[in-house]
């Protein structure tokens, strides 16, 4: 392994055989970062592994008086009777966007890491900017027959035509590729703030496939709200440059 590679850093060995992986990296309204945290916080899911690179921003994120890497993964089993098939789950969460020339080596070592460990599905959360601040949408794009018939399964509208970005376009791209069953849910967001009610609407669709998460409106708004300020102030200590941000978007 040289310096500067980036490597998945277990800190313990965990079986996640048959099980599904959620992806949350920052976009559109921060909302898949937010929804991310939710999950790893409501379910309790403990820290297992992390993913390293020198060309990280320098920053460490503290939980329980913990010091973790800013790219964590976290793991546990799942308590439920129906939904998805209920084995372990795992989340892949983050409060920054890996630099362009990075997404492509991450997105392939995420592929890798969860062909390894043998995940059966493979759940990315991202943001969609649909303009004109109406009607809330989640859309659902999937790289196999038998996502596409999940989606059907949760009355989740399949995204005909559009682009998605970032490490949820790659691993779209390269799942479909080496058919392996990752589907993305796209849900509509703000995208001037974090948007705690977009991230609340992308999970209730979640919800719908992991209900051990039990959802309640309410309590969900505080909590992803609690989580928008937290990451706001983690994103605003780092102090990356502002750039020109390309979004995932929906055509015609």
Partial sequence: MNEGDIFIHEYDDVDLKDGMVVVGFPSVGLVSSIASNYIVRTMKLARRAAIISKHFPPFTII????????????????????????????????????????????????????????????????????????????????????????????????????????????????????????????????????????AANLLEVVGDMLPEIKLDPEPLIKEAEQIETEMQKAMESVQQPKKQTEYSQLYG
């Fill in 63 to 198: 939980h329980d008086g913990v010091p973790s890497p800013p790219v964590r993964i976290y793991a546990g089993q799942r308590d439920c009777g129906q939904g998805e098939r209920c084995e372990k789950l795992a989340v892949i969460t983050c409060e920054f966007m890996p630099q362009p020339d990075l997404i492509k080596e991450l997105s392939d070592d995420i592929l890798g890491w969860c062909k390894k460990k043998g995940i059966a599905t493979i759940l990315t959360l991202e943001g969609i900017n649909v303009g004109g601040g109406g009607e809330t949408k989640v859309f659902g794009v999937g790289t196999t027959e038998r996502t596409r018939e999940m989606l059907k399964t949760y009355g989740i509208k399949e995204l005909r035509e559009g682009m998605v970005t970032g490490i949820s376009g790659l691993l779209l791209s390269e799942g479909e590729r080496y058919q392996m069953d990752v589907i993305c849910l796209l849900g509509s967001a703000r995208t001037d703030v974090p948007d705690a009610r977009g």
